[in-house]
Nanobody
Framework: QVQLVESGGGLVQAGGSLRLSCAAS??????????MGWYRQAPGKQRELVAA???????NYADSVKGRFTISRDNAKNTVYLQMNSLKPEDTAVYYC???????????WGRGTQVTVSS
């Protein structure tokens, strides 16, 4: 069974940094993922894409995090990271890791990790 496990969330002051990790139970190829992404959901709001990285290494970011967040991956560890700098209170949310899969297979989601930024 394919699993994604997030870690690295916590409480940080505005202006601080956190690094989230998402460990997959297999490589992007073995889990049939063509992209890995980080989403977030704040209370009362819809889940939104924060950043994504494709198998080819292309990345995209939400406008609200461009220049502050960086998505990367370590293929040897089957892990995707989200480095978050210059955090703002509005970044407070539960952050979820996602594997977007090929061939009509259902996406895989992690359970989420809470990020709280205090002002």
């Amino acid at each position: 069974q394919v699993q994604l496990v997030e870690s690295g969330g916590g409480l940080v002051q505005a202006g601080g940094s956190l690094r989230l990790s998402c460990a997959a139970s297999g490589s992007m190829l073995s889990i049939n993922a063509n992209a890995m992404g980080w989403y977030r959901q704040a209370p009362g709001k819809q889940r939104e894409l924060v950043a994504a990285i494709t198998t080819g290494g292309s990345t995209n970011y939400a406008d609200s995090v461009k220049g502050r967040f960086t998505i990367s991956r370590d293929n040897a560890k089957n892990t995707v990271y989200l480095q978050m700098n210059s955090l703002k209170p509005e970044d407070t949310a539960v952050y979820y890791c996602n594997a977007r899969r090929r061939y009509g297979l259902p996406d895989i989601w992690g359970r989420g990790t809470q990020v709280t930024v205090s002002s």
